[in-house]
């Protein structure tokens, strides 16, 4: 099937699939609407062509004022996590549903830092792509979270190992839920693609050591840190059995 112009196929899946698509449309002349906000990869450069704020610590700041948490690295790793699903979902999801992937080059998608899914990430174009494993690893590994890794790493201070488990972990949540809605409608084989694509995934080199995964279960090797947020927990993926006890200085992975 082929791309539409606004991957409305992703709709059913639920907010967290869903991109917003604005292809063929021209910037407003004030510059306003998702035309004003700023590329992922002005984020992962840490400036905008605008010389606004880092798209990066806004989203860092939006997350710990939500989850009322002063550890900047824990907003750091939450705030990651959520967007590595967000891109996973959109991409396993058009892969899937369409066979085809969407240009997701960070100079195409904008980014509102304040915003939660289905509102936060826009396209501007609409050039389909190989929707196999080659192709996600490369729109989505390489594309988007090896800077982001690095962006946060150098900022922030987070270890690599607890980014990369965030990404495998969100991989492995996007196929859990494309699993349950195929199965839900009948759709054995959107099941089968989403876990030969996620097991291709998850086999790479840069998300193999981040856990183990067993069916559409995983279990991960490291920890997000969500129990260090005031009235947070353990995910249902993580390597901790019972909350570690340290001091709000010593945040690790």
């Known amino acids: 099937m082929d791309l539409d112009p606004e991957l409305a196929a992703l709709r059913p899946l639920g907010g967290f699939f869903v991109l917003r698509t604005m292809s063929g449309t021209a910037p407003a002349p004030d510059g306003g609407g998702p035309w004003r906000l700023p590329t992922l990869a002005e984020g992962y450069g840490g400036v905008t062509s605008d010389g606004h704020a880092d798209p990066v610590?806004?989203?860092?700041?939006t997350v710990a004022d939500r989850l009322r948490t002063a550890e900047?690295?824990?907003a750091a790793s939450i705030a990651q996590q959520g967007l590595a699903a967000r891109l996973w979902s959109a991409a396993v999801g058009c892969a899937v549903l369409y066979g085809r992937l969407p240009d997701l080059d960070p100079r195409l998608l904008r980014w509102d830092t304040r915003?939660?899914?289905p509102d936060d990430l826009w396209l501007t174009g609409l050039r389909p792509l190989p929707g196999d494993a080659a192709g996600l690893?490369?729109?989505?590994?390489?594309g988007h979270l090896e800077p982001l890794t690095a962006a946060l790493r150098d900022r922030y201070g987070v270890a690599a190992g607890l980014l990369w488990g965030n990404a495998g972990s969100a991989l492995a949540a996007t196929g859990r839920e494309l699993s349950r809605w195929a199965r839900a409608h009948g759709r054995t084989d959107v099941a089968a693609r989403a876990r030969a694509l996620t097991g291709e995934l998850l086999a790479h080199p840069l998300l193999k050591a981040t856990g183990t995964r067993t069916g559409t279960a995983f279990r991960r090797r490291s920890c997000c840190l969500y129990y260090r947020v005031p009235g947070g927990g353990l995910c249902g993926d993580c390597c901790f059995t019972r909350p570690p006890h340290s001091s709000p200085g010593t945040a690790s992975g």
Request: proline share 0%.
């Open 115 to 117: 915003a939660a899914a």
């Open 137 to 142: 690893a490369e729109a989505v590994l390489h």
């Open 72 to 74: 900047v690295r824990v």
């Open 57 to 61: 610590a806004l989203r860092v700041d």
